[in-house]
């Protein structure tokens, strides 16, 4: 064997490598369409802001039913712990993975156009007894990432503080606007807003 093709293999093992001691995502978050990203997007932030990992996919119950499925029943045996999943109008993509995995699944309300989210709020909300969807509020993404944060903290102290450090900055905030509003009156808190 020559040198430059013992440098290809080594180079190829140290990609493996890496590769591999890279750490699996522990939370997925899928949406039916790209449009639904940007309701998505507060979840994947808040997850990353605590240090988290997020496994992003596209993958709709309707448009791409066979993707959804593969990426379902195999999301636990590839280390995934939670999945959050966003859908708008007939938004089933929530449902159907959870009937497909034992993972605890988060439901995402997208805002549709038509019936500004009453539908996909429905959809996801009514699933039949033995398969539940916790659901986020219509437009939710940032509580399903917090919720997600906080069922991965029952077992992990880091996650824990994370959750609650974030609490606490909310907390401080709303005190600070509290002791602005006493002191300045509401009509001066508004032309400031
Ligand atoms: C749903 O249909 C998606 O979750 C999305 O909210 C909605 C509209 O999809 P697009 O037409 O924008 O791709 O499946």
């Known amino acids: 064997m020559n040198v430059k093709s013992l440098l290809i293999m080594n180079s190829a ?24 990203l940007i309701t998505l997007q507060p979840a994947i932030e808040v997850l990353n802001k605590f240090n988290l990992e997020v496994e992003v996919r596209i993958l709709s119950a309707h448009r ?3 993707e959804m499925v593969d990426f379902a029943k195999n999301a636990e045996s590839r280390g995934l712990k939670i999945i959050i999943a966003g859908a708008g109008g ?12 034992t993972l605890p699944v988060i439901g ?9 989210g009453v539908d996909s ?11 539940p969807v916790a659901t986020v509020a219509i437009g939710g993404g940032l509580n399903a990432g917090l919720l997600a944060a906080s069922i ?5 102290l880091e996650i824990r503080k994370e959750v609650a450090n974030f609490r606490e900055i909310m907390h401080e905030e709303v ?10 009156g509401p009509k001066s808190y508004l032309a400031q807003m």
């Open 64 to 66: 791409t039913p066979e």
């Open 121 to 131: 709020m429905h959809s996801i909300l009514q699933m039949p007894g033995g398969v």
């Open 152 to 156: 991965l903290g029952t077992y992990d």
């Open 108 to 116: 995402v309300p997208v805002q549709s156009k038509s019936l500004s």
């Open 175 to 184: 005190v600070s606007k509290d002791k602005k509003i006493i002191k300045i």
């Open 90 to 101: 007939a938004a089933h993509l929530p449902g159907m993975i959870a009937s497909l995995t």
């Open 13 to 36: 093992l140290e990609q493996l490598i890496s590769k591999k001691s890279e750490p699996m995502p522990l939370v997925a978050v899928v949406m039916g369409s790209d449009s639904d």
